[in-house]
């Protein structure tokens, strides 16, 4: 299954302003804050993936942009240590690709 890619700016609730990798998957569009090179097998996979198509976002002619901040734990590479209301997310998520192939 062909995986679309794009670029997404977001603002975090520190106001930091990120550039993103972003995936259309399950017929949701995801954020991706890191990937993850497994040198053993040649893939990467996103460390975590952030659906960002059920807040407010603008699509422009090569990605889109969120117009909500995002919190600021989702962009560490550690798992946030409890839920965070409003924001759906998934911690490693079944996406893989050759490691010579990620849009970054």
């Known amino acids: 299954m062909a995986i679309r890619e ?3 700016e977001v603002v975090t609730d520190d106001g930091t302003r990120h550039i993103c990798d972003g995936i259309e998957w399950k017929e949701k569009l995801w954020l991706v804050p890191y990937w993850l ?6 893939q990467t996979t996103p460390a975590r993936i ?4 059920s807040l407010p976002y603008d699509r422009f002619r ?5 117009n909500l901040p995002i919190p600021k ?4 590479l550690a798992a946030p240590l409890q839920p965070l ?10 996406v893989t690709r050759p490691a010579g192939q990620k849009p970054h």
């Not at 090569?62 to 969120?66: F, L, Q, R, S, T």
């Not at 734990?73 to 560490?76: E, G, I, N, Y």
């Open 85 to 94: 209301a409003g924001f759906e997310y998934e911690e490693l998520p079944a």
């Open 50 to 53: 952030i659906r960002f198509d």
């Open 37 to 42: 090179d497994d040198t053993g097998t040649g």
């Open 73 to 76: 734990a989702l962009f560490h």
């Open 62 to 66: 090569n990605g889109y942009v969120v």
């Open 6 to 8: 794009f670029k997404v």
